[in-house]
């Protein structure tokens, strides 16, 4: 029987496959590096409506991240905190301040102080704070050295990239579940070998797609 296609074409499924699959491949690829917002917004420090200082109260004072930022530990927010927990303080210590007038009108008002979000990642993908807590992730690996920042800036990316490459080997970030919230602490020999069973414990998602686009 006479051939109607010549031979090469046996190939053509084969190539529209391979070609489908670099062209979907291309497109992830783009949009995940290149119309990520929070690859270009490392750095972003918007300027809030209180001059509150991480540096003057975590850092100076020493006061604990979790004074504040009550739900890291519990839920998938961390939480900004109320008026009233400066006013804990702040009906006695500098009570007159010029930069607390603010603080002190929403106290009055019972309007709360318009703080500027920092740290977003899109709805589309799910992030909870008390999972990497419970496993011994440090707020410094994700947020930085915020006990020295008078005001806050984004230290990392925050991108899907980002996320993986903690996923893929999350041993170098694991600490004791009592310094969580410690910036200074540097691990010793000892705690290397407890890091690395400890992770074999863990199940971060990696590669199920699912575990982060609920
Ligand atoms: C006295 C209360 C207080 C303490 C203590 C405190 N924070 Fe905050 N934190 C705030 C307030 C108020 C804001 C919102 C204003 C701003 O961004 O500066 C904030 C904002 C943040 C943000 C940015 C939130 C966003 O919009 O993305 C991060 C991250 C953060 N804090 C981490 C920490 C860490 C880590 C510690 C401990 C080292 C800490 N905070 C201690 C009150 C506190
Ligand atoms: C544990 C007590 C405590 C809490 C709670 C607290 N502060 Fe303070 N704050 C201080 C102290 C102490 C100072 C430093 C005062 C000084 O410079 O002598 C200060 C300084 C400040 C200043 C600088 C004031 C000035 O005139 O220089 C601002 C602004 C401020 N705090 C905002 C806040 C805000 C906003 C909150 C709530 C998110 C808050 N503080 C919670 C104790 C506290
Ligand atoms: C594994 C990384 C990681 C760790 C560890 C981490 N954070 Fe976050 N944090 C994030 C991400 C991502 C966001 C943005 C979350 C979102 O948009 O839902 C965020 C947002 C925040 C916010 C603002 C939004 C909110 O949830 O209220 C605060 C405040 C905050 N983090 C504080 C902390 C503190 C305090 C610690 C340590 C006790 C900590 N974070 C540990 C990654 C982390
Ligand atoms: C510094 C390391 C680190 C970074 C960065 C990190 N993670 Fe994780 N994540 C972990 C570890 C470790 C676990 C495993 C927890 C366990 O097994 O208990 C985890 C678990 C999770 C889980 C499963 C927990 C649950 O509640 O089901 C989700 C979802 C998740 N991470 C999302 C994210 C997203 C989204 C980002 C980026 C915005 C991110 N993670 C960044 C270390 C990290
Ligand atoms: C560890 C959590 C995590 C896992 C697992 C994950 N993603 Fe994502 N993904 C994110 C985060 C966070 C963002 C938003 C940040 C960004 O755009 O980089 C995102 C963004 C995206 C975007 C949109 C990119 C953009 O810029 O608009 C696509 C498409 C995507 N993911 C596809 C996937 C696919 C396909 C898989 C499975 C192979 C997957 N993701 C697995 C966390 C994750």
């Not at 190939?11 to 990520?36: E, H, N, Q, R």
Request: hydrophobic letters at 35%; one cysteine or more.
């Amino acid at each position: 029987m006479a051939q109607i296609f010549p031979k090469w074409t046996n190939k053509v499924p084969k190539i529209a496959l391979l070609s489908l699959v670099c062209v979907t491949t291309g497109i992830v690829f783009v949009f995940w590096y290149w119309f990520s917002p929070y690859n270009l917004e490392v750095g972003y420090q918007p300027i809030q409506p209180v001059p509150y200082s991480h540096k003057i109260h975590a850092g100076n004072l020493g006061m604990d991240c979790r004074y504040c930022h009550t739900g890291v530990e519990k839920s998938a927010v961390a939480g900004v905190p109320p008026t009233q927990t400066c006013m804990n303080c702040h009906s006695l210590i500098k009570p007159n301040s010029v930069k607390l007038a603010p603080v002190r009108d929403s106290f009055k008002t019972d309007l709360p102080i318009p703080w500027i979000r920092v740290h977003k990642v899109p709805d589309y993908a799910y992030f909870d704070h008390s999972a990497h807590i419970a496993a011994s992730i440090g707020c410094v690996s994700c947020h930085g050295r915020i006990d020295q920042m008078t005001e806050v800036r984004l230290e990392k990316p925050l991108s899907m990239g980002w996320c993986l490459d903690c996923h893929r080997n999350p041993e170098p970030h694991l600490r004791p579940l009592d310094k969580v919230t410690d910036m200074e602490w540097v691990p010793d020999e000892n705690w290397k070998a407890v890091a690395k069973a400890k992770a074999k414990t863990l199940h971060p998602p990696v590669e199920s797609c699912s575990g982060c686009h609920r």
